[in-house]
């Protein structure tokens, strides 16, 4: 065992080196100083954000991609607030992160000194933990605990806040004996990842006996990176699988047992399975209301297996026949194992897969046809993006229509090659968590799929993307308009649009992109959106900006108004009169 | 749920926690935040220095007993949960009260007291300051009789519990 004295701040950026951190997201300031010096001499690459906002989606957005942990390192006060809302984002999504924020002397703690901000206080309902450390010597433990909590069990993130003097190497309060070898001291914290062979195989009578089954599947697959087991799984039973907006690509969509995504903008298969099964599976998914629709409705007929390794998930919305506490991957294993040596039961479903294909046929995903005149139709220019984009793109998304479009006209068939904000739903996510994952494969292509709305909020990052040399590309569905929420305004606020026009002439994307030293194009015509996306492709020097003027009328179909029933969901005007 | 058993309205959870600071405010951020409901919570240290006791009353009708449980074991401070069952536990809370109590009168309030089992700990020229140390019920009987004499000033702590011995001469 090695021991060394030193500060608390080397100590602090050792123990990240330690934790196999290659890169972390950041923005130095008074409090957090100190350690940013031994960065200078550390094996880590660190990107210099413009907005900690940016830092901590750039580190989900690696995490994403990767299944490693995403690092963020920024000073205390408002640099901390500014990381809150990521900090929730990845909260909701189950994101493994790691915040490290500066804070006051620990002294001053209390006495609203300069840049003085409660974060653990602040952060403490939207992380899973976090530490406020007041001894270098803790430095390393707590590092190493962080790493663990926010990787394992149901990932998450977790944020250290590290008071100035404890990392100041001209305080004689940071000094401390580095050791190899530190031990975590975790007595609460038990995630259990093996199940109960009982529950599995009461969760495969079910299976056996359902005439009409659905595999219901979440985010968690993802992240317990089960996406082949599941596939085994499904092809074993020849079980239908519906894939949320988290686990879009967990589950190959040109599969034929894919049903695409439910819920509020899903398509009318995989919401209406769902509704009529009469088993739902649900595997790492949370029943989460923009899935369910109004509760009372949901799936009424369905029995329910639930597998989660959060525990508190398991009857929190809906509860389950079968319960399985545990890892989703662990799971699957055992049911197909079970699966395999007990048979996959006897019960015809003919006529449930010749229902499924009849809304198939009768209710695909589909938008009005672009005629002359029409401005250029949003999805269009997502089917022509897919289409000329190798088939390991990466693709983000922000919030919006061009969110619900995005992961509607894409054709996801590799696991995490979509990254979005789910649970949170937050806007200006695309372009840092594109960034993000363009640093954790500087060899694949990343597609940030951009509102304008959103793009207004997150931009300056394609300034860090330029001058860090992490050429992303940004496609921005621009229809002039908060287009969601107009969307919501025409249909259920009798066209009353408050609020939600932005502008046509400012900002000129196409100069502001240049300005932060992006290629950028302007896109107007559906006869120039091919050779747009070429050139763009072609470049790989810097930054890529295409601004296409979309229509904004256009609207995201289908549709389950929010707090009906999933019965509700109301389709296209063309394909109104198709009998359900 | 029978409303005429309030008992079962109420559950009572012993939640051993690491001693460390901001633990109790991790577990009332919980109750506020899931929008769970606390009757009322106690906190002290254990025979343990590194382990605290935080005896919590919650009120299962804000939301059901098992995800508060989920719930607040998900805090990693959080090293164990024990519900009491209501009948096969040992409830106590204490109160301290000071009461109106011209001379003339003393002698009933003391009655009462006595046969409550508590005890006067100060005596003024119109008042007097008594504690009670019982189940959570008879507290408040105590304090209902307590009332129409005029009650000046009084703190409860909220209830402590353990579970009975099972073989207890209790
Ligand atoms: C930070 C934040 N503020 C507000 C909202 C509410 N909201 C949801 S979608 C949306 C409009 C997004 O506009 P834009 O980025 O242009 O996307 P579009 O819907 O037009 O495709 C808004 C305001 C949000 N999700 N996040
Ligand atoms: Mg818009």
């Known amino acids: 065992m090695t021991t060394e004295r030193m500060d608390g701040g080397r100590a602090l950026i050792r123990a990240l080196e330690h934790e196999g951190v290659e890169v972390m997201f950041g923005l130095p300031g008074g409090a957090i100083l100190p350690v940013y010096d031994p960065i200078i001499d550390s094996s880590i690459r660190h990107i210099l954000v413009r907005h ?113 003097d404890i990392v100041d190497p001209t305080n004689p309060r940071s000094e401390m004996v580095w050791e190899d070898d530190v031990e975590m001291d975790l007595p609460g914290y038990r995630p259990q990842v093996e199940v109960d062979p009982e529950a599995i195989r009461a969760a495969a009578k079910l299976v056996r006996d359902a005439e009409r089954p659905v595999l219901y599947v979440g985010g968690g697959i993802l ?4 996406a082949e087991v599941l596939r085994e799984l499904a092809e074993l039973t020849g079980i239908g699988v519906v894939t949320t907006l988290m686990a879009r690509g967990a589950f190959p969509d040109s599969h034929e047992l894919c049903l695409g995504m439910p819920g509020m903008h899903g398509n009318y298969t995989a919401v209406t399975a769902m509704q009529e099964a009469d088993l739902l599976v649900a595997l790492g998914a949370r029943f989460d209301d923009r899935v369910t629709g109004r509760l009372e409705g949901f799936a009424p007929e369905a029995r329910v297996v639930h597998v989660d390794i959060d525990p508190a998930e398991l009857g929190k919305v809906r509860r389950p026949d079968v319960a399985v506490q545990g890892d989703v991957r662990v799971a699957i294993e055992a049911l197909v194992a079970e699966l395999s040596d007990g048979g996959t039961g006897e019960v015809d479903r003919s006529a449930w897969r010749s229902r499924i294909s009849g809304w198939q046929e009768r209710f695909p995903l589909a938008y009005e046809p672009w005629v002359p005149g029409d401005a250029l139709k949003p999805q269009y220019v997502i089917e022509q993006l897919r289409d000329a984009t190798p088939a390991d793109t990466i693709v983000t998304s922000g919030v919006g229509q061009h969110q619900m479009w995005a992961s509607q006209y894409w054709t996801f068939d590799y696991p995490y090659t979509w990254i979005n904000s789910g649970g949170l739903g937050t806007m200006g996510f695309s372009i840092p968590a ?143 009169d198709q009998p359900r | 749920m029978n409303v005429h058993a309030p008992e079962f309205r109420y559950h009572t959870l012993v939640v051993t926690v690491e001693n460390k600071s901001g633990v109790l405010a991790r577990v009332a951020g919980l109750f506020a935040r899931r929008a769970f409901n606390i009757e009322s919570l106690a906190v002290a240290p254990t025979d343990d220095e590194g382990f605290s006791r935080i005896t919590v009353v919650v009120d299962v009708e804000s939301a059901p007993l098992d995800q508060v449980v989920k719930q607040l074991d998900k805090l990693v401070n959080v090293v164990e949960i024990r519900e009491l069952h209501p009948g096969h536990s040992v409830e106590r809370e204490l109160m301290l009260v000071t009461v109106t109590a011209e001379p003339d009168l003393r002698d009933e309030i003391v009655e009462h007291l006595d046969r409550a089992g508590g005890k006067v700990l100060s005596l003024g020229i119109d008042r007097m300051m008594l504690s009670l140390v019982g189940p959570p019920s008879r507290v408040d009987e105590f304090e209902d009789l307590l009332r129409p004499y005029g009650i000046l000033e009084l703190q409860r702590t909220g209830r402590v519990a353990l579970a009975s011995l099972d073989d207890a001469l209790d």
């Open chain 1, 434 to 576: 594109a960034i993000g994952a363009k640093v954790a494969y500087p060899e694949r292509m990343v597609w940030a799929i951009d509102g304008d709305g959103c793009f207004q909020m997150t931009a300056q990052e394609l300034v860090t993307a330029a001058v860090e040399d992490i050429p992303i590309k940004v496609a921005l569905l621009n229809n002039s308009y908060l287009g969601m929420v107009r969307q919501w305004q025409e249909m259920f606020y009798e066209e009353r649009y408050s609020e939600v026009f932005l502008s046509k002439e400012v900002p000129d994307y196409k100069m502001w992109a240049e300005s932060m030293g992006c290629h950028a194009i302007r896109i107007d015509d559906p006869d120039e959106v091919d050779s747009a996306i070429a050139q763009a492709n072609e470049v790989d020097d810097r930054p890529v900006v295409i601004d296409f003027r979309v229509a904004a009328d256009e609207k995201v179909f289908p549709m389950v108004p929010s707090g009906k029933s999933n019965s509700e969901l109301v389709v296209p005007e063309f394909q109104r």
């Open chain 1, 223 to 226: 992240k317990a990176r089960a």
């Open chain 1, 52 to 164: 900690e906002q940016g830092a901590g989606h750039m580190a989900e957005g690696y995490a994403h991609a990767t299944g490693r942990p995403g690092v963020a390192m920024v000073t205390s006060g408002p640099a901390a607030t500014n990381i809150v809302t990521p900090l929730c984002d990845a909260y909701l999504d189950s994101v493994p992160m790691v915040v490290i924020t500066g804070q006051v002397p620990y002294a001053a703690i209390g006495t609203d000194a300069f840049q003085e901000c409660d974060t653990t206080g602040i952060t403490q309902s939207i992380t899973k933990h976090n530490f406020l450390v007041t001894d270098p010597q803790d430095i390393p433990r707590t590092i190493k605990e962080a790493f663990h909590i926010a990787t394992t069990g149901r990932p998450g993130p977790v944020l250290v806040d590290i008071p100035k």
